[in-house]
């Protein structure tokens, strides 16, 4: 039996659930022609898709809910839920976090075995409006930041280029 990790189960799933959503996109839209909208410059879609590039020094704040976290700075992020974080490797970032629920909640940075890296980890934090922050370098071994409570829904991909 081969043996998989959380996160490969959780791709594989994301994959497929990408490819069923790219299909229904795949037809004509209501004009007649297909469903590249090169003129208009719309590409909404593309960036969460790929994820959010953030500037070298960007304070990224997020909300914490137990169902997921929420973006609400930079602006790029505001209202996506777990957005995808494309950060500079290299570079100092800091990543603040607000208890949006009251649930008991904390941010740590996770690599691909789903392992705390270089104890990234902010404080567990259960009253509501209460935040706390994680300052640091991205490197390449980052791959998520999660809450440990939460681990199933509130995480998000960090990409290190």
């Not at 081969?2 to 839209?29: E, N, P």
């Not at 590249?36 to 898709?49: F, L, P, V």
């Not at 304070?59 to 974080?85: A, C, F, R």
């Not at 008991?104 to 706390?132: K, P, R």
Request: with cysteine.
């Amino acid at each position: 039996m081969t043996d998989h990790t959380r996160r490969t189960v959780l791709k594989a799933a994301g994959a497929s659930t990408i490819a069923i959503a790219l299909a229904g996109c795949a037809g004509d839209d209501d004009n007649g022609e297909d469903g590249d909208d090169e003129e208009s410059g719309d590409d909404d879609g593309e960036d969460a898709a790929d994820g959010y590039e953030i500037e070298a020094g960007t304070e990224i704040v997020l909300d914490g809910y137990s169902s997921h976290w929420e973006g609400l700075e930079p602006s790029e992020i505001e209202g996506d839920e777990n957005p995808t974080l494309v950060l500079e490797e290299g570079e100092e970032y800091t990543i603040e976090w607000i208890n949006a629920d009251g649930v008991n909640h904390d941010l740590q940075i996770w690599d691909e075995d789903d392992e705390l890296v270089d104890d990234l980890a902010t404080d567990s934090i259960d009253a509501e409006d209460e935040s706390d922050s994680l300052e640091f370098t991205a490197e390449p071994e980052m791959v998520t930041y999660v809450c440990e409570y939460h681990e199933t829904n509130q995480i998000g991909d960090l990409v290190v280029e």
